[in-house]
């Protein structure tokens, strides 16, 4: 029996290290979101603030990273139960479904992004942040459909 070597994207430290980084990401960037806003509470900054396409795009950006977070922690948590052996717990449904909701707001926030990108109402600084949420979004996205975690083919 001859063994066969596992392509890159199939080696196990990569796989493992694929959800924790994204974890670790998004739990970072929406502190920081929710220090920002305590900044600007506490000191009372008065900016007008961005344009609505950029805000609803924010809120695509949180909601997105909101459900893959929700996904991480709820599969993870069904994982660990036995009874994950004999079927989907409703745990692993749930977890489940905030994954492809999380995929779909996913595919919005990156048409709001084109289209403030595209309309220049970006700053730099918001452009590096909102293409880094991309990127790691995408890579969880590649990673969840890796497992056969996007749809209910469990």
Do not use: H
Not at 76 to 81: C, D, F, I, K
Not at 104 to 117: K, Q, R
């Amino acid at each position: 029996m001859a063994l066969k070597k596992l392509p890159w994207w199939g080696n196990y430290s990569l796989q493992l290290v694929i959800p924790v980084a994204v974890a670790t990401f998004f739990l970072l960037y929406l502190f920081s979101w929710v220090l920002s806003a305590t900044f600007r509470r506490i000191y009372q900054v008065n900016d007008k603030g961005p344009s609505p396409l950029v805000r609803v795009s924010k809120w695509a950006a949180g909601i997105t990273m909101g459900c893959f977070l929700i996904f991480l922690v709820g599969f993870a948590l069904s994982a660990g139960s036995e009874a994950i052996i004999y079927g989907l717990t409703p745990l692993a449904l749930a977890s489940l479904i905030f994954g492809m909701a999380g995929t779909a707001t996913l595919v919005i926030f990156i048409g709001l992004v084109t289209v403030c990108w595209i309309k220049g109402r970006l700053s730099f600084v918001r452009k590096m942040g909102w293409s880094t949420i991309i990127t790691f979004s995408l890579a969880f996205v590649w990673w969840m459909n890796y497992w056969n975690l996007l749809g209910l083919r469990v």
